[in-house]
C-alpha cells in the first residue's frame, strides 16, 4: 500500500504570491492533518480534515486555508506569502475509525521557499 | 491547552549504549496518548512508540521503552543497545482521545550515535 504522498517536494516562491500544497493520503484513510515545521517554531499544528470538514484549525493567520476532497485528498493554500512561511510542511493521514486508536502516518513534506 | 517540553535540545551516545530521551507534558485531559516520534534526516516522520495515559504498564517496542510517570507528567524514551540508524530528531508528542487528532509536539532532540 503506498504511503502519504505530498506534491510538490520543493516549491521556491516570492513574497506576496501564493501557493497550494497537495497531500494524497493513504488509501481508505479519512483524515488529513496538516502540519508547519520550522526551526524557530518547531511543529505546529495547521488544520485537521475529515469527510472534507474542517474538524479543527491551528492559530494560523486566515492566509493560511485548506480543504478535502471527497477522495479524500486534502490542499493546503497559502496566500500572499511572507519570508516567514518558509517551512516544511507535513500531511498527515488516518483510518479515523470512530473506535480505538488510530495510527497517523506522515508524508516525507514539501519544503516551500520565500524569497 | 497541551503543551509538552523537551529540555535537551541535543544528544550523543556511543553506538551499542543506552540513551534517555527527557520529555515532560501539560495537560487538563484525563484520556490522552502520548508518543515518541523520530525524524531522520530524510525527513519522513515515523511512530517509535506510543503510550494510552490510563494504562499504568511502559510501553515497549523492541529496544524502545518508556518510562511514563503521569503523576509527574513526564514521559521519558530509552533507547538501549543504541544504532547508527537511531540518529535523528526525535519528538515527544501528545494528544486527546478521541475526536480531534492534532498532535502537540515538543521542540524535538536531536541524537547522534557515535560509532
Known amino acids: 500500500k503506498a504511503g502519504v504522498t505530498q506534491t510538490p517536494r520543493y516549491l521556491i516562491k516570492t513574497r506576496g504570491q501564493q501557493v497550494t500544497l497537495s497531500c494524497s493520503p493513504i488509501?481508505?484513510?479519512?483524515?488529513v492533518s496538516w502540519y508547519q515545521q520550522t526551526p524557530g517554531q518547531g511543529l505546529q499544528f495547521l488544520f485537521e480534515?475529515?469527510?472534507?470538514?474542517?474538524?479543527n484549525k491551528g492559530n494560523f493567520p486566515g492566509r493560511f486555508s485548506g480543504r478535502q476532497f471527497s477522495n479524500s485528498r486534502s490542499e493546503m493554500n497559502v496566500s500572499t506569502l511572507e519570508l516567514g512561511d518558509s517551512a516544511l510542511y507535513l500531511c498527515?493521514?488516518?483510518?479515523?475509525?470512530?473506535?480505538?486508536?488510530?495510527?497517523?502516518?506522515f508524508g516525507p513534506g514539501t519544503r516551500l521557499t520565500v524569497l | 491547552a497541551q503543551t509538552v517540553t523537551q529540555s535537551q535540545p541535543e544528544m550523543s551516545v556511543q553506538e551499542a549504549e543506552t540513551v534517555t530521551l527527557s520529555c515532560t507534558y501539560d495537560t487538563s485531559e484525563n484520556n490522552y496518548y502520548l508518543f515518541w516520534y523520530k525524524q531522520p534526516p530524510s525527513r519522513q516522520m515515523i511512530l517509535v512508540i506510543r503510550q494510552e495515559a490510563y494504562k499504568q504498564q511502559n510501553a515497549t517496542e523492541n529496544r524502545f521503552s518508556v518510562n511514563f510517570q503521569k503523576a509527574a507528567k513526564s514521559f521519558s524514551l530509552k533507547i538501549s543497545d543504541s544504532q547508527l540508524g537511531d540518529t535523528a530528531m526525535y519528538f515527544c508528542a501528545s494528544r486527546t482521545q478521541g475526536g480531534s487528532e492534532k498532535l502537540v509536539f515538543g521542540k524535538g532532540t536531536k541524537l547522534t550515535v557515535n560509532p
Open positions: 480534515y475529515f469527510s472534507e470538514t474542517q474538524r
Open positions: 498527515a493521514s488516518s483510518l479515523n475509525q470512530a473506535s480505538g486508536y488510530n495510527e497517523q502516518f
Open positions: 488509501s481508505g484513510h479519512r483524515s
